[in-house]
């Protein structure tokens, strides 16, 4: 399985703004110039983020984007389900269009789906908060005082 840029991207948003003290505010340029992300792609990401509750946005001069609420009630697995539209591991999980003749009596599904879910179960056990316990190492490697 392989998730979306757009899902990894707005992970390293939550990750960086998390980082931030409750009155420091991160800005989408200094954000896009620690990942090599473009502005306008972290646009769009922020955006979404805002209308997912994930952040909030502060416009005018002294404005910027900071966590809607504490990174230790941001669920990893709850984020990448909401981004994430597609699991469709292999065309058997597309009820609409699987024309797989060996699907009813095929077991690999049903592999697959258990792993898809011991997945799940894995990025529920972490937080935001759990991402950034080495806040320390993440800021040096971001250059980030």
């Known amino acids: 399985m392989n998730l979306k840029k757009y899902t ?22 200094e ?47 709850i984020v990448v389900r909401l981004l994430e539209n597609d699991f469709v591991l292999l065309e058997c999980f597309d009820k609409g269009a699987n024309h797989c003749v060996i699907s009813p009596g095929c077991t690999l599904k049903h592999a697959l789906n258990k792993a898809l879910h011991a997945f799940f179960q894995v990025l529920d056990e972490y937080t935001i908060k759990d991402l950034i316990n080495n806040e320390n190492e993440l800021k040096e490697l971001m250059g980030i005082s």
């Open 8 to 29: 990894d991207y707005a992970l390293r948003v939550l990750i960086f703004t998390g980082m931030k003290s409750d009155e420091e505010l991160a800005s989408i340029k």
């Open 31 to 77: 954000i896009s110039e620690v990942y090599n992300i473009s502005p306008h792609h972290l646009g769009k990401i922020v955006f979404e983020l805002n209308k997912l509750e994930l952040i909030e946005t502060i416009r005018g001069r002294n404005g910027g984007i900071r966590l809607a609420k504490p990174a230790e009630e941001i669920n990893v697995g």
